[in-house]
C-alpha cells in the first residue's frame, strides 16, 4: 500500500508533466501561428517560431489568434471590415488602403490606386534577385488589391536593392522578404519596414501555406498587410490569416539552396536572417486581358 510520502511524490511527478505537457503545447502552438509579422512592433507575423514574426506588415507581430474567431477567415475579414481597411468591394471594383499607424519604419512611394480590375484572373511577377529568376503566377482574381500593391510597389521600384531578412527551417520552411529597410546582417532587427499603408487580408477560405505558396505577412491584427510576403519551401501549419496572393512557378531550387545554407545567427525562434543573402534586384509584373 502506497504510503503518504508516496501519494505526495506522485502527485507532484504528475503535476510536473503536465506542466511540461502544457509548455510544449503552448511553444508549439506558437510556432504554427506566429509567424509572419514584422520584426520590430510586437514580438510575434513574420515571432512564436516566428516569434518575432513580423512578417510582415510593418511590425513584428505574428498571427497570434488570441481567439478561435480570429482564426475564422470570415471573422477576420469581418473584424477588418470593422476596424481597418476595407476589403475588395466587387460591386465598385475598388480597394481600401489605410494609413499605418503601427509606427514602423516607412518607404513612402504613395498609395496604390483604389480602382482595380479582377481582369486578367492571373499576373505574372518575375523577382530578379542575386541568385537568379524566382517566378510567381499571382491570383489576381481573388487578391486583387494584394495583387494591385504588388504591382504598385515594383512600378515604384520599393523592393530593388532589398534583402530577404529572415529565414525560417525544415520545421518552419519559409523565407521573408519584402522589407527595404532590413540588413539581413544578423544583427539588425529586421522585419518593421513598410510602404506607410495597410491592406484588408483577402483570399482567406481554405488558405493552405503549402510549398511554392507566396503569402503576405502581417501582424497579429486583421486588416495589416503591407508590403512584406513570405515565400514557403515546405509545408507549414498556419492557420489561414495571411492572404495566399500567388504561386511560384520557378526559383524553389533557389529557396532550397537558401535553406541548406541556414542563419548567421537563430534569433531564439528557430529562424534568422539568412547565411546566402538573397537581394531583390528588380520587380516586374505582367498580365494581359
Given at each position: 500500500?502506497?504510503?503518504?510520502?508516496?501519494?505526495?511524490?506522485?502527485?507532484?511527478?504528475?503535476?510536473?508533466?503536465?506542466?511540461?505537457?502544457?509548455?510544449?503545447?503552448h511553444e508549439q502552438k506558437a510556432k504554427r501561428t506566429a509567424i509572419i509579422g514584422s520584426t520590430a512592433g510586437v514580438v510575434i507575423v513574420v515571432g512564436g517560431i516566428v516569434a518575432a514574426v513580423a512578417l510582415l506588415g510593418g511590425n513584428d507581430a505574428g498571427p497570434e489568434a488570441a481567439s478561435s474567431a480570429s482564426s475564422s477567415p470570415a471573422a477576420t475579414e469581418a473584424a477588418s471590415a470593422a476596424t481597418g481597411p476595407k476589403?475588395?468591394?466587387?460591386?465598385?471594383?475598388?480597394?481600401?488602403?489605410?494609413?499605418?499607424?503601427?509606427?514602423?519604419?516607412?518607404?513612402?512611394?504613395?498609395?496604390?490606386?483604389?480602382?482595380?480590375?479582377?481582369?486578367?484572373?492571373?499576373?505574372?511577377?518575375?523577382?530578379?534577385?542575386?541568385?537568379?529568376?524566382?517566378?510567381?503566377?499571382?491570383?489576381?482574381?481573388?487578391?486583387?488589391?494584394?495583387?494591385?500593391?504588388?504591382?504598385?510597389?515594383?512600378?515604384?521600384?520599393?523592393?530593388?536593392?532589398?534583402?530577404?531578412?529572415?529565414?525560417?527551417?525544415?520545421?518552419?520552411?519559409?523565407?521573408?522578404?519584402?522589407?527595404?529597410?532590413?540588413?539581413?546582417?544578423?544583427?539588425?532587427?529586421?522585419?518593421?519596414?513598410?510602404?506607410?499603408?495597410?491592406?484588408?487580408?483577402?483570399?482567406?477560405?481554405?488558405?493552405?501555406?503549402?510549398?511554392?505558396?507566396?503569402?503576405?505577412?502581417?501582424?497579429?491584427?486583421?486588416?495589416?498587410?503591407?508590403?512584406?510576403?513570405?515565400?514557403?519551401?515546405?509545408?507549414?501549419?498556419?492557420?489561414?490569416?495571411?492572404?495566399?496572393?500567388?504561386?511560384?512557378?520557378?526559383?524553389?531550387?533557389?529557396?532550397?539552396?537558401?535553406?541548406?545554407?541556414?542563419?548567421?545567427?537563430?534569433?531564439?525562434?528557430?529562424?534568422?536572417?539568412?547565411?546566402?543573402?538573397?537581394?531583390?534586384?528588380?520587380?516586374?509584373?505582367?498580365?494581359?486581358?
Amino acid at each position: 500500500m502506497a504510503t503518504g510520502k508516496d501519494r505526495q511524490r506522485q502527485l507532484a511527478r504528475e503535476h510536473h508533466e503536465r506542466q511540461l505537457q502544457r509548455r510544449a503545447e503552448h511553444e508549439q502552438k506558437a510556432k504554427r501561428t506566429a509567424i509572419i509579422g514584422s520584426t520590430a512592433g510586437v514580438v510575434i507575423v513574420v515571432g512564436g517560431i516566428v516569434a518575432a514574426v513580423a512578417l510582415l506588415g510593418g511590425n513584428d507581430a505574428g498571427p497570434e489568434a488570441a481567439s478561435s474567431a480570429s482564426s475564422s477567415p470570415a471573422a477576420t475579414e469581418a473584424a477588418s471590415a470593422a476596424t481597418g481597411p476595407k476589403p475588395y468591394d466587387a460591386a465598385t471594383g475598388t480597394c481600401d488602403y489605410a494609413p499605418d499607424t503601427t509606427g514602423g519604419q516607412v518607404k513612402d512611394v504613395g498609395t496604390p490606386p483604389t480602382k482595380v480590375s479582377t481582369k486578367p484572373a492571373t499576373k505574372t511577377m518575375t523577382l530578379k534577385t542575386n541568385l537568379g529568376d524566382i517566378v510567381v503566377e499571382l491570383d489576381n482574381a481573388k487578391a486583387p488589391c494584394t495583387t494591385n500593391s504588388l504591382e504598385f510597389l515594383a512600378k515604384k521600384k520599393y523592393y530593388d536593392g532589398s534583402k530577404c531578412h529572415r529565414l525560417g527551417n525544415d520545421q518552419f520552411p519559409m523565407l521573408q522578404c519584402g522589407d527595404p529597410t532590413a540588413k539581413a546582417d544578423g544583427k539588425s532587427q529586421d522585419g518593421s519596414g513598410g510602404p506607410g499603408y495597410v491592406m484588408a487580408e483577402e483570399n482567406l477560405q481554405g488558405a493552405q501555406y503549402k510549398r511554392g505558396v507566396m503569402a503576405m505577412a502581417k501582424t497579429s491584427a486583421p486588416g495589416s498587410t503591407g508590403s512584406q510576403f513570405f515565400l514557403v519551401y515546405g509545408d507549414i501549419g498556419l492557420t489561414p490569416n495571411y492572404t495566399p496572393v500567388g504561386t511560384i512557378t520557378k526559383g524553389l531550387d533557389i529557396l532550397d539552396k537558401v535553406n541548406k545554407a541556414g542563419v548567421i545567427a537563430d534569433s531564439g525562434d528557430g529562424t534568422g536572417a539568412p547565411k546566402q543573402t538573397v537581394e531583390i534586384k528588380d520587380v516586374t509584373i505582367t498580365g494581359k486581358s
